[in-house]
């Protein structure tokens, strides 16, 4: 059965209209859910269901199914996954393959099973093989070997593409997936040893800045291209998608921008006020030469992204300053 015909079987269920509808939001406290949560609100949305890990664990199937008979959500974004860098990767697999499987498949079958009109997975662009074509189109999927440092997060990550697949070809539901590109912003993890390279970048041109040092070190050339997205444009992504969209295959979301290593470091240098020397350790390894998704299926259905590296890298360091450097 081809998208085309599952986006004329389901295209009923509209989205935004419906602003009292309960709408529940999984894994609202991360990076991604906490934007969900921010944009829904800002659009009037009035009836979140919102549960802390305390409240709610994702992983264990009886709680999770008690959940939705007694919430019955209408609607159900799926932002809460386990993830973490290359050492979690490296370190914790079982928890990675594990955790993740089973947030994802207790949240997909419960959603079904209890009425939910349409439901929204996300995952992340390491689902695709290591030496995919760049930009990386939704149909390089499953055709080669993925990146062995976090293949266990990425095998778990495509088994729910694949759930939501399986749950609408065989009961007609409306479940669909996103693909988000690096995403960076409020709530970024800005831990020391185990965060992303942007917030990571973020955080030692703060102390430097902080200690009046005089240089900082960045490892590598500088040269590797990289595509970031500010969470706040993946928010507006998911409600344009939970409203627009109702195919089988999967959608990239990303920004469509590269940026080097090195011009992110000029930029991070400038947003957050550094004077020193900015260093490059070309002893260091570079990491994946370029990463870019093909995000246009998603432009042709007619969303951009909205927020410029510049503007994005300025709200994050603000909310930075306000939230994690105290």
Same mark, same amino acid.
């Given at each position: ?54 409240? *709610? ?124 590109? &690096? ?10 040893? &185990?965060?992303?390279? *942007? ?51 999967? *959608? &990239? ?59 994005? *890298? ?13």
């Amino acid at each position: 059965m081809g998208s085309q015909d599952n986006n004329a079987a389901l295209s009923s269920n509209s989205f935004l209209p419906y602003k009292s509808a309960k709408v529940f939001v999984a894994g609202h406290r991360g990076l991604v859910g906490a934007a969900i949560v921010r944009k829904l609100t800002q659009l009037g949305f009035t009836n979140l269901v919102l549960r802390s890990h305390a409240e *709610l664990d994702l992983t264990r199937q009886s709680d999770v199914e008690a959940f939705f008979a007694s919430e019955k959500p209408e609607f159900v974004i799926v932002a809460a996954a386990k993830v973490g860098g290359i050492h979690a990767n490296n370190t914790y697999p079982a928890d990675f393959i594990a955790i993740n499987l089973q947030i994802q498949t207790n949240v997909i079958d419960s959603a079904y099973r209890n009425g939910t009109k349409k439901l929204l997975f996300l995952g992340s662009s390491c689902i695709y093989p290591k030496f995919a074509p760049q930009p990386i189109p939704e149909d390089a999927l499953l055709t080669g070997p993925l990146e062995p440092t976090n293949e266990w997060y990425a095998i778990a990550k495509i088994a729910g593409i694949k759930m939501c697949q399986a749950y609408r070809i065989q009961y007609k539901w409306d479940a669909i997936s996103g693909m988000p590109t &690096n995403l960076y912003g409020p709530y970024d993890n800005f831990h020391p040893e &185990n965060s992303h390279v *942007l917030p990571a970048l973020m955080r030692r041109f703060h102390e430097a800045k902080v200690k009046g040092a005089k240089e900082v070190v960045v490892w590598g050339t500088g040269s590797p291209l990289r595509e970031f997205m500010h969470v706040d444009d993946l928010a507006d992504a998911v409600v344009f998608m939970m409203e627009k969209y109702s195919g089988v295959e999967h *959608l &990239n979301v990303g920004s469509g921008k590269e940026v080097t290593i090195k011009e992110l470091a000029e930029l991070m240098k400038e947003v957050v006020g550094f004077e020193g020397d900015l260093v490059w350790d070309s002893t260091k390894p570079d990491g994946t030469p370029r990463k870019l998704m093909d995000s246009s299926k998603l432009a042709t259905l007619g969303w951009t992204p909205k927020v410029s590296l510049k503007e994005g *890298l300025a709200d994050t360091y603000k909310w930075y300053l306000e939230n994690v450097n105290l």
